[in-house]
């Protein structure tokens, strides 16, 4: 495979994906050698603004899969990309770099002590010794919880004051009172594009037509993130008997276009070809529909185009 530790090319090959997968946003700074293992933290530097981001390969690649499951960012320069965020961290994190420049977003100070992984903060600001944790619904899942009680218990022994405030049901200005008690508005300087103002009418009628939370968030160019929290604050909800699982059947070709199997979703393809789910859902959702010497076509695609895959690679 191509990330896997025994291929003599895995350096190559991660510093492939990221000139064409992360649109050449990103280098590698850490050699690969053999001591690697997935779960080892390498250093990738953001060539927009110079952030070094501290993250195993295996989570730059989390962020690839189609699966709602799955909600990790993937890699993403938390200054360059952090509009993919909610809006209130958006907003927030860049009153706390106005108000003190020493901040730090997305700190990687805290190790997770069963996996020895960096478990990034926000907000963090060593002078002032605060450690600021925006919790969003991504934050209820169980798993996180158990990583959120380590970060939290990690910055209080060290002296911090740690906030782990909630956004649901609660304004971004609201919000950014509880650190600012005299802000009155939103400042003009603040980014606030209006891709970042969701149409909750329009999300809330994809969604009563059985779309998938990350399908809407394709259609609309922003992170499935903002629609579960909003989701989780009651502002969108799900209609009657939705599906909430995001299972995408696709179809496996060969070169020559002549069918190999179907399978229920990435995760069973990834299961019964070694080939990983994230490439596949990349292939996917960049309409190359090509990974690992195999055509990959949705089968809603292949039924709409008429079973034409030519059709489809042609309009892609």
């Known amino acids: 495979m191509w990330f896997h530790r025994s291929n003599p090319f895995l350096e190559e090959n991660i510093k492939q994906y990221l000139i064409y997968e992360k649109e050449n946003n990103f280098e590698l700074l850490s050699k ?12 990738f530097r953001c060539k927009r603004c110079g952030k070094i981001i501290h993250m195993s390969f295996f989570n730059a690649l989390r962020g690839s899969r189609d699966s709602e499951k799955d909600c990790h960012r993937g890699l993403i320069c ?11 961290a958006i907003v927030l994190k860049q009153l706390f770099m106005n108000k ?5 977003l997305e700190d990687p100070s805290c190790i997770n002590p069963n996996t020895n992984t960096i478990m990034c903060t926000d907000i963090v600001n060593h002078r002032l010794k605060i ?14 919880k158990k990583r959120d009680r380590i970060k939290k218990e990690f910055w209080i022994n060290k002296g911090y004051k740690f906030y782990d405030y909630k956004i649901d049901k609660i304004s971004v200005l609201d919000y950014c009172k509880l650190f600012f008690p005299d802000l009155k508005e939103i400042p ?9 103002k969701l149409d909750i009418r329009r999300i809330q009628s994809l969604l009563n037509e059985g779309n998938k939370v990350t399908e809407i968030a394709n259609l609309l160019d922003i992170s499935p993130h903002r629609i579960y929290d909003a989701l ?4 969108l909800f799900y209609p009657k008997n939705y599906n909430k699982y995001n299972y995408v059947e696709v179809m496996q070709f060969s070169i020559d276009y002549n069918y190999i199997n179907s399978y229920i979703n990435y995760k069973e393809a990834e299961r019964k070809t070694g080939i990983l789910s994230g490439n596949i859902g990349s292939c996917i959702h960049t309409k190359k529909y090509y990974a690992n010497g195999y055509y ?3 089968k809603k695609i292949y039924m709409e185009h008429n079973k034409n895959i030519e059709e489809i690679l042609i309009r892609k």
Not at 78 to 88: F, T
């Open 188 to 196: 003009d300087w603040v980014i606030q594009e209006d891709k970042n």
């Open 131 to 144: 450690a600021i944790e925006i919790q969003g619904q991504f934050h209820e899942r169980e798993t996180q």
């Open 32 to 43: 690969i050698d053999d001591s690697y293992t997935r779960n080892k933290i390498l250093d």
């Open 100 to 104: 003190y420049p020493d901040t730090i």
């Open 296 to 298: 990959w076509i949705p």
């Open 78 to 88: 938390p200054i360059c990309d952090g509009r993919k965020e909610s809006l209130h």
């Open 232 to 235: 989780h604050s009651n502002r």
